[in-house]
């Protein structure tokens, strides 16, 4: 086998990996990886985020966490709180239904990797991010809205076409 296959069967591998883990939450918790994650960091921040926030450290749009937060709100997960030090801004307040959610989640395909990438020594992990960064460039996707969660299609939980 040569190193084109062998690269082709790697991307393979990992794209599976992430759609199983995409239908194991779904069937688990009943919410997709990018919602889990958005979740996730409401409950790591004292259960309360602004919009802006969230977009930051997930590294996507106002536009994208609006979409999220928008299906969260409707299935009860989070709420949206007027702020009492500022009126004009919005907190995104998880719920009871939420920390349950997250409870409740499978361990996150992501968090399997930080583990293991964090074990590596540090010019490992830099020739690692040079390579997935190289990779994503050459299927043109280097200026992809894309948050550090690893799951498939559309990052609003819109199935790919």
Known sequence: MDRLDESLIALRRILRSTELYSKDLAQAAGVTPAQLRVLQILQSKGGSATPK?????????????????DKLQSRGMIERVRS??????????????????????????????????????????????????????MLDADDMDASPVLTIGDIHGRPSH
């Open 53 to 69: 926030a969230l977009a930051t450290q997930m590294g996507v749009s106002q536009a994208t966490v609006t979409a999220l937060v």
């Open 84 to 137: 009492e030090l500022d009126r004009r801004q919005t907190n995104v307040t998880i719920t009871q239904a939420g920390l349950s959610t997250t409870d409740d989640a499978p361990d996150a395909l992501q968090q399997r990797y930080v583990k293991e990438f964090t074990k590596l020594d540090d010019w490992e992990q830099a020739m690692l991010v040079a390579a997935l960064e190289r990779v994503a460039a």
